[in-house]
Each structure stands twice: as C-alpha cells, then as structure tokens.
C-alpha cells in the first residue's frame, strides 16, 4: 500500500502557494488547485486542510492510491493526475502497462500492476508523462515556459 502523505508532501513541495499566472489557464491557483476546477473555492484563501481533503478524495482515491504496491509509482500517477488530470495519469499508466487505456483505474489496472517490475514500469509511465508534455508544448508554445518544470516533475 502506497502512502498518501509522502505522496501529497511532494505535490505540495512542486504545486506551492498562491499564484495566478494568465497563461495558466486555470486561473487562480494555491497547492496546485485551481480555480477553473473548483469554482465554488475561495483559492486565495484556501487552507492546506482543504487542499489535503481535495487531493485524497478527489486525486489519491480516485488513481486507487491504497492499492498500489509501489510508493514510487503511486506517487508518479498521484502527481501526473494532479498536474494532468487523474483521466489523463491513468491512460498514461494503462500505455505503460500495455493494456486498454479507458482512463479509469479498475482491478483489470490493478491486476496487470501486480504482476510487473515496476522500476521498468515506472520508466514507461515516465515516458508517456513527458511525451504529454512535449505535445502540450507542440499544440501551444507559449506553454514552453512549463515545460521544465513539468519534466522535472517526473523524475522524482
């Protein structure tokens, strides 16, 4: 079982405080939450209570954070949805594995990662993680400015 609270110390280490950058087209963020995914928060004076709650319920439960066996691993998908979104993580993942990649993380996921080396599915998931980046860049190049930071991102 992976550990939610390692795994959330690092996103919040990458993600940091308030920002509201207009070329991020999220808006308002802080933790790494955005206003264009929570409307109805009050990003500026968002607490990091409020920021675990949405993170486990909304990112960690939702990759199946519990049940992945590797730390790293769960940590790499935990970070990618927070910072790609958990559809997007999981079909990058699913690649990894070499499976259908629906996007949602069910025991057909689960039962392929239990039986792989994950140093080697790891590198695949980081991979495909970084290729998303690069075609985000492709597709709009302003967004270069991120690039870095997204890349360093996955090699934790």
């Known amino acids: 079982m992976a550990n939610f609270e390692k795994a959330l110390s690092h996103v919040l280490q990458n993600e940091g405080g308030y ?3 207009p070329d991020d087209k999220g808006g308002e963020t802080k933790y790494g939450i955005s ?3 929570y409307p109805k928060e009050d990003i500026k004076n968002l607490t990091i209570d409020r920021a675990k709650q949405i993170y486990k319920s909304d990112f960690w439960d939702k990759i199946k954070g519990d049940y992945i066996q590797n730390d790293e691993l ?3 998908v935990f970070d990618f ?4 979104g958990v559809g997007t993580s999981v079909k ?3 690649e990894a594995l070499n499976i259908s990649d629906d996007g949602v993380l069910g025991n057909g996921t689960l039962s392929a990662m239990a039986v792989i080396n994950f140093p080697d599915l790891i590198k695949r998931f980081v991979k495909f993680r970084n290729l998303h980046y690069v075609d985000i860049v492709i597709k709009d190049p302003v967004k270069i400015k991120y690039l870095k930071g997204w890349i360093s991102r996955s090699f934790l």
């Open 19 to 21: 920002v509201n950058d």
């Open 81 to 84: 949805a927070v910072n790609a």
């Open 92 to 94: 990058a993942l699913q």
């Open 35 to 37: 206003k264009r995914s």
């Open 74 to 76: 769960a940590l790499n």
